[in-house]
């Protein structure tokens, strides 16, 4: 197959900067290996914008796992490449598709020796192969097949390729015509799908830019004056005074600081949490992690855990799972407004393990119950003007986490304040003995 | 007075006169590189005493300087790394490096780290300390080699002998983050299996037994996803 290597060195941004050509391929772009040193940026890079643009990644291997990975890509003009793609599992898909029809009209040749269904049966199996591969080119074929599989094996005569007796030149011609269109049609509903959700999902994904964009511009602003007028004013502001701009800014970055975790923990949830490395993992020795690292941020809140009596194994990512629980916490620092205490404790159920973590502060406003543990994507859409910063994102982060460990999280308000309460499937003990 | 020089290879300049002006501030010597290159050719004319590492360099391969530095030299090697990295952090302490540091951290814990990595080149405390007594204690708790015991507040903790060999190992390099791969490898060779829900569950059964809080340990502390630390002893 056509196509042509290319290097492409990762930085840490995840953008893509082209070092060398490796392996000439088609040779399209072979000669422009000079650019190892001029760190041209991927945006004002014309070759990094016609790769992109115009031809699709097929192939790319990741050489390191470090933030300066080399990557090799493999790529190839995209109409070309979609229609007629060549896989392995379509070709797995399509065999099988074909054997089955071919069964299935050997049972019914036994039943009914005329043979007068194979040709339903075939255009049937076509498009089946059109709807579950990629492109046009295994529903073309498919058609092929079945206009030689029905002549050849189940209409007279027998186990041979005539086309010639009479009327069967214009019976196969319109079943090849009637094959190739309905896989035609096939290949391009399912295109049409497919192209309707992903616009529906960069809609979602413009939300949660704009709404974050401007979340964090917010804080920003803040930094920037408050820093600006130490340096402007130096010597005449009060020390006291610059004491607490300078609070200020480090509290307006620790919440930048969490807001962007949380963007990450998101990228890392997308493709229906296929990033994930799940391990089993003792619950309590992560949320005790948690609880050590979120006294460092907030010492004045004083946090208990207390460890359950069984050890609780959980298959979870971990890094996600200590971002759910300190987003918990710093929400019921943040909301619960007068949160001078949180208590962690643990149920253990047959199948399942549950956290609770309960907070003397304020509770959760009756009005937002309902709406604090909605979908990232949903609470972005609804969102008002008038709702407050932060308001949330953390919170269906966490839900989103949570789902994707098939566990549900749920918050109610006690007398105290609001307690959470994060149910998680346990993974079964093997045996632990050293 | 003398002050130790620790070179700093960091190719992000506000980071860079952060870690700097901390340094400066706190009796240290700070040498400052901006590339992996640069940073090379410093460590062998300074000789510094501490090297701080950001594992994303443009130029150069974190990795490839620590093993470099490896081959000649005992030099304690702090490494910076971003949240999400794990996977990286690991390979680093496995490839030699001493301590890490997640960014963003504050000024308080690079100061610990970049202490606890110069008194352990200095004095070898652990080691030395169960060498002469063969004993390691650190608050209310003592591992007693020559025993094959720990004790807490004296009394015997009943460990069994596989809780006992993970705790022993904990306390030879306490102080120090040792991996969960290095100490699978320690403990039941190099040919078992990386699996570490073994060593999970082993060391929830050890809190159970030395800590009072086994979700609030004090001894025994977690590093997520990287390994566990032993607290220094006295």
């Given at each position: 197959?056509?196509?042509?290597?290319?290097?492409?060195?990762?930085?840490?941004?995840?953008?893509?900067?082209?070092?060398?050509?490796?392996?000439?391929?088609?040779?399209?772009?072979?000669?422009?290996?000079?650019?190892?040193?001029?760190?041209?940026?991927?945006?004002?890079?014309?070759?990094?914008?016609?790769?992109?643009?115009?031809?699709?990644?097929?192939?790319?291997?990741?050489?390191?796992?470090?933030?300066?990975?080399?990557?090799?890509?493999?790529?190839?003009?995209?109409?070309?490449?979609?229609?007629?793609?060549?896989?392995?599992?379509?070709?797995?898909?399509?065999?099988?598709?074909?054997?089955?029809?071919?069964?299935?009209?050997?049972?019914?040749?036994?039943?009914?020796?005329?043979?007068?269904?194979?040709?339903?049966?075939?255009?049937?199996?076509?498009?089946?192969?059109?709807?579950?591969?990629?492109?046009?080119?295994?529903?073309?074929?498919?058609?092929?097949?079945?206009?030689?599989?029905?002549?050849?094996?189940?209409?007279?005569?027998?186990?041979?390729?005539?086309?010639?007796?009479?009327?069967?030149?214009?019976?196969f011609l319109a079943m090849l015509a009637v094959s190739i269109v309905v896989s035609a049609l096939t290949t391009q509903i399912k295109d049409h799908e497919r192209l309707?959700?992903?616009?529906?999902?960069?809609?979602?994904?413009?939300?949660?830019?704009?709404?974050?964009?401007?979340?964090?511009?917010?804080?920003?602003?803040?930094?920037?004056?408050?820093?600006?007028?130490?340096?402007?004013?130096?010597?005449?502001?009060?020390?006291?005074?610059?004491?607490?701009?300078?609070?200020?800014?480090?509290?307006?970055?620790?919440?930048?600081?969490?807001?962007?975790e949380n963007l990450l923990s998101i990228t890392r949830m997308e493709d229906g949490g296929a990033l994930l490395s799940r391990q089993p993992e003792v619950l309590e020795?992560?949320?005790?992690?948690?609880?050590?690292?979120?006294?460092?941020?907030?010492?004045a809140v004083e946090v208990s855990i207390r460890a359950p009596e069984e050890i609780a194994l959980v298959s979870m990512d971990v890094t996600l799972m200590e971002q759910?629980?300190?987003?918990?916490?710093?929400?019921?620092?943040?909301?619960?407004?007068?949160?001078?205490?949180?208590?962690?404790?643990?149920?253990?159920?047959?199948?399942?393990?549950?956290?609770?973590?309960?907070?003397?502060?304020?509770?959760?406003?009756?009005?937002?119950?309902?709406?604090?543990?909605?979908?990232?994507?949903?609470?972005?859409?609804?969102?008002?003007?008038?709702?407050?910063?932060?308001?949330?994102?953390?919170?269906?982060?966490?839900?989103?986490?949570?789902?994707?460990?098939?566990?549900?999280?749920?918050?109610?308000?006690?007398?105290?304040?609001?307690?959470?309460?994060?149910?998680?499937?346990?993974?079964?003990?093997?045996?632990?003995?050293? | 007075?003398?002050?130790?020089?620790?070179?700093?290879?960091?190719?992000?300049?506000?980071?860079?006169?952060?870690?700097?002006?901390?340094?400066?501030?706190?009796?240290?010597?700070?040498?400052?590189?901006?590339?992996?290159?640069?940073?090379?050719?410093?460590?062998?004319?300074?000789?510094?005493?501490?090297?701080?590492?950001?594992?994303?360099?443009?130029?150069?391969?974190?990795?490839?300087?620590?093993?470099?530095?490896?081959?000649?030299?005992?030099?304690?090697?702090?490494?910076?790394?971003?949240?999400?990295?794990?996977?990286?952090?690991?390979?680093?302490?496995?490839?030699?490096?001493?301590?890490?540091?997640?960014?963003?951290?504050?000024?308080?814990?690079?100061?610990?780290?970049?202490?606890?990595?110069?008194?352990?080149?200095?004095?070898?405390?652990?080691?030395?300390?169960?060498?002469?007594?063969?004993?390691?204690?650190?608050?209310?708790?003592?591992?007693?080699?020559?025993?094959?015991?720990?004790?807490?507040?004296?009394?015997?903790?009943?460990?069994?002998?596989?809780?006992?060999?993970?705790?022993?190992?904990?306390?030879?390099?306490?102080?120090?983050?040792?991996?969960?791969?290095?100490?699978?490898?320690?403990?039941?060779?190099?040919?078992?299996?990386?699996?570490?829900?073994?060593?999970?569950?082993?060391?929830?059964?050890?809190?159970?037994?030395?800590?009072?809080?086994?979700?609030?340990?004090?001894?025994?502390?977690?590093?997520?996803?990287?390994?566990?630390?032993?607290?220094?002893?006295?």
């Open positions: 197959m056509g196509g042509f290597y290319w290097v492409y060195r990762q930085t840490e941004g995840g953008a893509l900067w082209p070092v060398r050509p490796a392996n000439g391929g088609m040779g399209l772009l072979s000669g422009s290996g000079e650019r190892e040193a001029g760190g041209l940026s991927p945006k004002k890079d014309p070759l990094y914008n016609f790769l992109t643009s115009d031809y699709d990644i097929l192939w790319r291997q990741d050489l390191k796992r470090n933030p300066r990975q080399e990557v090799y890509l493999r790529a190839m003009k995209r109409t070309f490449h979609e229609w007629f793609r060549v896989s392995w599992r379509d070709t797995g898909v399509s065999l099988a598709i074909l054997l089955g029809a071919v069964a299935l009209c050997a049972v019914l040749l036994r039943l009914d020796p005329s043979g007068g269904y194979a040709s339903m049966v075939f255009v049937l199996a076509v498009v089946c192969i059109a709807r579950y591969t990629a492109g046009y080119l295994y529903g073309i074929f498919a058609s092929f097949v079945g206009v030689v599989c029905t002549n050849y094996i189940f209409t007279y005569p027998y186990w041979s390729l005539d086309f010639s007796v009479a009327g069967y030149p214009l019976t309707r959700s992903e616009t529906e999902k960069e809609k979602l994904r413009g939300n949660l830019l704009r709404a974050i964009s401007h979340d964090i511009r917010t804080p920003l602003t803040s930094i920037v004056g408050s820093v600006s007028a130490i340096l402007e004013n130096g010597d005449k502001l009060p020390r006291a005074d610059c004491r607490e701009l300078l609070t200020h800014v480090q509290e307006e970055g620790q919440w930048l600081i969490n807001m962007v020795e992560v949320a005790g992690s948690a609880v050590q690292k979120f006294r460092r941020r907030h010492p759910v629980l300190m987003n918990v916490m710093e929400n019921a620092v943040i909301h619960g407004q007068s949160t001078t205490a949180i208590h962690i404790s643990f149920r253990q159920e047959r199948e399942t393990v549950t956290m609770v973590i309960a907070d003397n502060g304020g509770g959760v406003a009756q009005h937002l119950l309902p709406h604090i543990l909605q979908d990232t994507y949903a609470q972005f859409q609804d969102r008002r003007s008038d709702t407050r910063r932060n308001m949330g994102i953390g919170l269906s982060v966490c839900r989103t986490i949570i789902a994707a460990h098939g566990g549900v999280i749920a918050v109610k308000n006690t007398e105290q304040g609001a307690e959470f309460a994060i149910t998680l499937p346990l993974t079964g003990e093997e045996e632990t003995d050293v | 007075m003398f002050k130790d020089k620790i070179l700093v290879i960091e190719d992000e300049a506000g980071i860079r006169s952060l870690i700097a002006a901390v340094l400066t501030a706190n009796d240290y010597d700070p040498i400052l590189s901006v590339s992996g290159a640069d940073g090379m050719s410093m460590l062998t004319s300074h000789c510094p005493d501490l090297l701080l590492l950001d594992l994303g360099l443009p130029d150069m391969d974190g990795m490839e300087i620590i093993r470099s530095v490896r081959e000649w030299s005992t030099l304690p090697i702090v490494v910076l790394s971003a949240r999400n990295h794990e996977r990286d952090k690991v390979a680093a302490l496995d490839a030699g490096a001493d301590d890490y540091l997640t960014k963003p951290f504050g000024a308080a814990e690079l100061l610990a780290r970049i202490r606890t990595a110069i008194r352990h080149t200095r004095t070898q405390l652990p080691s030395s300390m169960i060498a002469s007594s063969g004993k390691f204690c650190t608050g209310e708790l003592v591992i007693d080699y020559d025993k094959h015991c720990v004790f807490l507040r004296g009394e015997n903790a009943r460990l069994t002998q596989g809780e006992y060999r993970i705790v022993a190992l904990l306390g030879k390099y306490a102080g120090r983050v040792l991996t969960y791969d290095f100490m699978i490898r320690e403990l039941w060779g190099p040919k078992a299996k990386s699996d570490n829900q073994i060593l999970r569950v082993n060391m929830a059964n050890i809190r159970r037994k030395i800590e009072d809080n086994p979700a609030d340990p004090r001894y025994i502390v977690t590093e997520m996803g990287v390994g566990y630390r032993m607290i220094e002893g006295e």
